[in-house]
């Protein structure tokens, strides 16, 4: 089941019309027993992963000592079942969509459980009784792409539980919203306008329609993540959450690490966190932080070559950034007042082309179809 089905529109109305419905005291309870219901009906196995990992992070985190033997143990066995499950699973559509929601949100909900136990290795969340963590572990709107949303953030929005008329008509917003960048400018616009114009070009393997197809994923791939993390965000605002944004215009940042500031920010923010800042405080390099980050956020998606690369590449741009900022901080560079503007403009161009062109590692349907493809662009220019 995708967002764009009449059957989650049916899920989003039957749980909003409910869950305000119900007694204050019965919400969480009732929340909890439709998004198993929904996992259920849709993915079984889903639905039996996460009650098991639920039932594993409340023993090793609440039950038990949270020390570091128990909450590694609990750690350990989550990541071994998405290394497992994404091992076993092979893409056949090359859509990155489809790569994280089989089995069913397996992606989301386990990086919250480890954000769970490390945070609870660390001190910073109090013990905290099951319904509490299976309210936020068993979060309906989060299922499917996300965002990867922080338990305190969750606990202290269901600790101030009310009914408010504003943020449920913002949320019906945000839905509409979210469908529109899917279908009008996911699927209408970019899919069939641009796509039907690329088809009809006398010469399809020339650069200019190589170019145009780059393109294509490119503002494809960011219709469908953005407007997808919309409904999610929306559907969440109608039953009183507020969950992160997700989005932030990545596609103008100036730089490669803006561009991931506001690209799927709850997952970078969670590599930042966990990955980025433990390998760094290991290695005193944060370039190898930056590599490291940008590989396990690949592989999160699928453990493939492709994305193994894909994630290189970004890792790569991050080292020449980071670079690039030590050279004109040694030298004292700055930009001329004259050209500020025109030099932004460049790197804005610069850094959408990077991600864009780094798209075409995952929608090639190999690795050396991907740099057949650029070498016949470069050609062709």
């Known amino acids: 089941m995708t967002y764009v089905s009449l059957e989650w529109l049916a899920w989003i109305w039957l749980t909003v019309g409910l869950y305000w419905l119900v007694p ?7 929340l909890m027993a439709l998004s198993l219901l929904f996992l259920a009906s849709v993915a079984p196995l889903s639905a039996a992963i996460l009650v098991g990992a639920c039932g594993l992070v409340h023993l090793a985190s609440n039950v038990l000592a949270p020390s570091l033997r128990n909450i590694g143990v609990a750690g350990a066995i989550i990541v071994a079942v998405v290394i497992a499950f994404k091992l076993g699973t092979t893409m056949e559509s090359t859509t990155m969509l489809q790569s994280v929601v089989v089995p069913l949100g397996l992606s989301y909900y386990s990086f919250r459980c480890l954000h769970f ?11 905290m009784p099951l319904p509490d963590l ?6 309906l709107p989060t299922f499917l792409v996300g965002p990867i949303h922080r338990f305190d953030a969750f606990h202290a929005d269901a600790r101030r539980q009310r009914f408010d008329p504003a943020l449920l008509s913002l949320g019906l917003e945000r839905i509409v919203q979210g469908y529109a960048k899917i279908v009008i400018l996911g699927y209408f616009a970019t899919g069939q306008l641009l796509g039907g114009h ?12 190589i170019y145009l197809g780059i393109v294509q994923n490119g503002l494809t791939l960011y219709f469908q993540f953005s407007g997808h993390a919309d409904i999610a965000i929306g ?6 959450f507020r969950i992160m944004e997700n ?3 990545p596609y103008l940042q100036p730089n490669i690490s803006a561009f991931w500031q506001s690209w799927h920010r709850s997952l970078s923010l969670w590599c930042r966190e966990y990955i980025y800042g433990v390998v760094v405080a290991y290695s005193r390099s944060p370039a190898l932080g930056a590599l490291a980050t940008m590989v396990v956020i690949g592989l999160w998606h699928e453990i493939s070559l492709r994305f193994l690369l894909w994630g290189a590449w970004h890792g790569l741009g991050l080292i020449v950034w980071q670079r690039f900022q030590d050279w004109k901080a040694a030298r004292g560079v700055t930009a001329p007042p004259g050209l500020a503007r025109p030099l932004y403009l460049a790197s804005v161009l610069l850094t959408v082309h990077f991600v864009w062109f780094g798209f ?8 050396g179809e991907a740099l057949a493809l650029l070498v016949r662009f470069a050609r062709g220019l």
């Open 247 to 249: 989005f932030d215009w």
């Open 198 to 209: 690329i088809a009809s070009l006398p010469m399809r393997d020339s650069a200019w329609a």
């Open 360 to 367: 075409v590692i995952l929608t090639a349907p190999s690795a």
């Open 134 to 139: 299976a309210a936020y572990l068993f979060f």
């Open 24 to 30: 204050r005291g019965a919400r969480a309870l009732l």
């Open 235 to 240: 559907f969440a605002l109608m039953l009183g």
């Open 117 to 127: 136990l490390i945070e609870r290795y660390k001190g910073r969340i109090a013990p």
